[in-house]
């Protein structure tokens, strides 16, 4: 019925009614702002002659199941169908360029967005929090993925990145934690903070020859990340972006697919007075004499010969300065290192296991006191241990 519809100039301004089923007049050039929000209705019909969706037009139209919007339109508004908690699917037709800030956000119900070959740009928090969103395949056309774009989307799988994209902006996949596929292509220059922060499924990831920075966070509590492939171009990697990937060897020396990184300055245990150069020429020509702070120094060292980069060189240092290098290790807590060094025999002996043991058990470090204690009794290196956690402190 008609005088359900208020209308100016062709701009739907508002509709009044109660229905289900809402089918707008044809002639309606402009779904205006807020004109649908909170209604009730199930399903919307939306003319050919309608060429725009107002911001916050559908916004929290919660029992909206289903909306096809034609190809007429060529512009949709901010917050257009936000909260839309029914709503199962959305196709954007040709026409539309962008898709504004929190577009779809809040959907949770939407299964599947089909992006028609048109749309440029996918604005902040476009499709945040849809968490029935399985997978998305962005079109070439697109240029930016914009911040948040899907963050929060806990059920997506797979993302398909097109070859037009040039900026993935911060947050754009944050806290996807069922995300376990992401294709990057070779436009990408541009990858921002957090951009997969706390993606917690994702097990690999190839960053293209395009991007020469990693920013700060990007990859931070990527739990499952085990392989990461880096290119020669990237030249910088910020604080913490690959912090708490716990599958990837880094303290601050972190390995991934045979290159070596570096954490740059800012991480709580990199200060002022430790250079880049001095960093890179230790960790990359392993230049041991480069001086700099001693618990870093044997933190990277100690982290070369666990690794097999340069174990004999590394063993002599670790050798020759056993006595400081030894606090690192067991702050290191790293079972295997330890017993990697043990079986060289060359580091553990009969005059300083005890004091070894001794300290193990003043840090707690149980694990590593009971690898120490089983390597002893092998040895026969038997003798009675008077005030064991008194007797030595480095």
Request: hydrophobic share 35%; proline share 3%; net charge negative.
């Amino acid at each position: 019925m008609n005088q359900d519809f208020e209308i100016e100039n062709g701009e739907l301004i508002k509709y009044h009614g109660n229905d289900e089923d809402v089918i707008i007049p044809e002639g309606v050039t402009e779904i205006g702002v807020t004109a649908f929000s909170r209604c009730k209705m199930i399903s919307v019909n939306i003319p050919h002659s309608v060429t725009a969706i107002g911001d916050c037009a559908f916004y929290e139209c919660q029992n909206l199941i289903s909306v096809k919007i034609p190809d007429s339109v060529t512009s949709i508004g901010d917050y257009a169908f936000y909260k839309c908690k029914s709503l199962i699917s959305a196709e954007i037709p040709h026409g539309v360029l962008s898709l504004g800030t929190h577009v779809f956000s809040k959907c949770e119900s939407l299964v599947s967005v089909n992006l028609s070959d048109t749309v440029q740009s996918i604005e902040t928090y476009a499709f945040s929090k849809c968490t029935s969103l399985v997978s998305v395949k962005i079109p070439e056309s697109v240029s930016y993925i914009g911040e948040y774009a899907f963050s929060d989307c806990t059920g997506l799988k797979s993302v398909t990145i097109g070859k037009g994209v040039q900026c993935i902006r911060n947050g754009a996949f944050a806290w996807c934690e069922s995300l376990v596929s992401v294709t990057i292509p070779d436009s990408v220059t541009s990858i921002g903070e957090r951009a997969f922060y706390e993606c917690i499924s994702l097990p690999s990831v190839i960053i293209p020859e395009s991007v020469t920075c990693i920013e700060q966070h990007t990859f931070e509590y990527c739990t499952s990340l085990t392989s990461v492939s880096l290119p020669d171009s990237v030249t910088e990697i910020k604080a913490d972006a690959f912090y708490n990937c716990e599958k990837l060897k880094h303290a601050p020396l972190m390995l991934v697919d045979g290159k070596m990184l570096y954490e740059p300055e800012g991480r709580n245990y990199i200060t002022d007075n430790v250079r880049y150069s001095n960093i890179k020429h230790l960790v990359l020509k392993h230049h041991y004499s480069m001086e700099m702070k001693e618990s870093i120094k044997s933190n990277l060292i100690l982290q070369i010969f666990a690794l097999g980069l340069d174990e004999e060189g590394a063993l002599e240092y670790i050798i020759k300065d056993f006595y400081n290098i030894f606090p690192v290790l067991i702050d290191m807590d790293d079972p295997e290192l330890l017993r990697k060094i043990i079986s060289t025999d060359k580091c553990i002996t009969k005059e300083n296991i005890d004091m070894l043991i001794a300290y193990a058990i003043c840090e707690k470090k149980y694990e590593l006191q009971l690898i120490l204690t089983d390597y002893k009794q092998r040895k026969n290196w038997y003798e009675d241990i008077d005030e064991i956690g008194n007797k030595f402190k480095l």
